[in-house]
């Protein structure tokens, strides 16, 4: 098991920026691939980006491309979610949650998660 830490949010102005951190505690964090999802006030959860174990490959909701970069530094147990050029619409609770499957866009494939973080974007 893993047990997932999400922090950095907060409120920021429209064209800013926010990093995201998602602390995981036990050994095993390598051997999960990570992702971040968020869910805005009356809207289902959705994808937002997602890494693979060794950093290797990434992928995004289209959304969020080009605005958000996903990464991880497996020595400090920790993915992050770099996110600039935000817009009101990304305002919303984050949350990072960890894998062993290879479907990384579907949340049901992601037994563990965070408790979220808020992200506000104001216009």
């Known amino acids: 098991q893993v047990q997932l830490v999400e922090s950095g949010g907060g409120l920021v102005q429209a064209a800013g920026s926010l990093r995201l951190s998602c602390a995981a505690s036990?050994?095993?964090?390598?051997?999960?691939?990570m992702g971040w999802f968020r869910q805005a006030p009356g809207k289902e959860r959705e994808f937002v980006a997602a890494i693979s174990r060794n950093g290797g490959s990434t992928w995004y909701a289209d959304s969020v491309k080009g605005r958000f970069t996903i990464s991880r530094d497996n020595a400090k147990n920790t993915v992050y979610l770099q996110m600039n050029g935000l817009k009101p619409e990304d305002t919303a609770v984050y949350y990072c949650?960890?894998?062993?499957?290879?479907?990384?866009?579907?949340?049901?494939?992601?037994?563990?998660w965070g408790q979220g973080t808020q992200v506000t974007v104001s216009s």
């Open positions: 949650a960890a894998s062993s499957g290879v479907v990384l866009t579907s949340e049901h494939n992601y037994p563990f």
């Open positions: 036990g050994r095993t964090f390598s051997t999960y691939a």
